[in-house]
């Protein structure tokens, strides 16, 4: 990975810092997103002890705010002609709806529509490294999602597991898509389920969840085995060319019939456009 560029969000914990600490590890620069600067800081210190001569930059950002979704895409922009690997990760599993400063719901707006935001803007040095790869953090939590198109913002009611089931459906919906639409360009877009991973994701959820992480702590998988799918399509010359899959202990898995609904997707696509002020025309309007 020496003279590779990645681009990891949700770096300063969890699974998101296992793998900006391997991909470090295995020769690329890294650019930790993180919203957090002291947090940020302190993973980039911890990753620097580790890993010999890391290469490490932070970038500032909430997910949250498209405000500075867009400041940190202009800041990468301006140190940066091209990326090779951008890593959506960064996740939130929210017990009670949030509503974020744009006025979205905060899992569906800092899951999914951060994310697609970060990936629109940075899809010209995506595509001026070609081949280029777009991982996205899914997770087998999409099985729970029961998609409304017409209330994404969970207006009608909230649910939980719902609401973040809903969130990495969109992850594979979006994935897909991009796929669709990158073919021919030389970037792939792939996404994946981590395992279950002892990270800090359970710590708002709900108490039933919270519990669930608590008393299973031992037995799940460390971040550094949760990143290690992360890794492989990232790293992995196996998956240079492929494209539009969702991947599981490194093995691409089908998923369920009403992921690969090419209308749900591009509905979901024109309607995150809309969220997040995007014009096919003028993508940094
Ligand atoms: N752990 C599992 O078992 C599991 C299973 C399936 C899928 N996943 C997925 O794995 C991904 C990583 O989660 P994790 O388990 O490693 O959890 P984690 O330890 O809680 O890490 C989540 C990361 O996302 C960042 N983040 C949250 N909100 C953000 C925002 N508004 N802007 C920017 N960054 C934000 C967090 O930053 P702060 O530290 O500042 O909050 C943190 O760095 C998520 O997409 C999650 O859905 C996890």
Known sequence: MRDKLCLVTGANSGIGRATAEELARRGATVVMLCRDRGRGEAARARI???VDGARLELLIA???????????AEEFKSAHPRLDVLINNAGVFWGRRQVTGDGLEATFAI???GHFLLTQL?????KASAPSRIVNVSSSAYKAARLNLADLQSERGYDAMRAYGNSKLANILFTYELARRLDGSGVTANCLHPGVVRTRIGRNAPPLIWLFFLVMKPLLLSPAKGAATTVYLATSPEVERVSGKYFVKQVPQPTAARTYTEET?????????KLTDLTAADPTA
């Open 111 to 113: 899951n999914h529509l």
């Open 265 to 273: 997707a591009r509905r979901l696509w024109e309607i995150s456009e």
């Open 48 to 50: 620097a002890t580790r």
């Open 62 to 72: 909430d997910l949250a705010s498209q405000r500075s979704v867009r400041r940190a």
């Open 122 to 126: 940075l899809e010209e040095e995506l």
